[in-house]
């Protein structure tokens, strides 16, 4: 590890190339505090034809090609893995940061504060939209202007402690997609760290639906229950999944959404969800008094 170092890790399936040169470029342009950048293509070259030319030629750039797609979390693992950084920067390919500054407000933000363990960002939409309550990681999401402690995070959207990282142990590997970010979120509150969503630290990002992905629904439900088998006490697990079955019926009606969601969490029940590191009482609670118990 690099004391001072950010390391910004993208994942990419390298589809975005317009894209992915400007979130490059806007890591690379941070003033004040030293950046690397780790390129990670899933399943791909992340920079093909490109490498030899700008932004991509900079040697604070690194990339890493892998051989097939992974999967977001162990996608952004490997690229962890890669880096040297104090703070891990995760970046969409397809998202940017608004200000060159951003890294020195976070590097002064953890500073700060020893326990913070990770920061969750602002997503704003570069068309001038309002933005998607979903981007705001709490309950009550209607401000989105407003900084809070949270017990979850934007995968795609963050800073995280190396140190939080290590002691949550990184992503689930298997998840592929969705609800990673929480798995790792609540260890990381386990291990005593705080979770900050702050409406300071912005990045834009096109807005965007998670249900375009032909495997939303399925995913959604079964690493919820993955999700609540490595996490949750038995009581608070069981809790978990009837109120998210029941908000998912309630939602959803239709049956085109209604049958993958109800496969994948038969698929949850079936398939060994990973090892099992129940969170304790003393950090529901601290869950509780944040404002989101893990029951919902």
Known sequence: MTPGLLSVVVLTMGNRPVELERAVRSALEQEHVDVEVVLVGNGTDPVGDAAAKPPFDDPRVKTLALPR???????????????????????????????????????????????LGIISFRVRDPEGGRGERRHVPRLRAGDPERSSEVTTFLGGACAVRRAAWDAAGGLPEDFFYAHEETDLAWQALNAGYRILYDASAVMYHPAVLPTRHDMFYRYNARNRVWLARRNLPWPLALTYLAVWMTMTVLRERRPRALKPWFKGFAEGWRKPAGPRRPISWGTVWRMTRTGRPPII
């Open 69 to 115: 797609n992974v999967g977001i979390p162990a996608g952004r693992n490997q690229g962890v893995a890669a880096s040297s950084g104090e703070l891990i920067l995760f970046l969409d390919d397809d998202g940017w940061y608004r200000s060159p500054r951003l890294g020195t407000h976070l590097r002064d933000r953890f500073a700060a504060d020893p326990r």
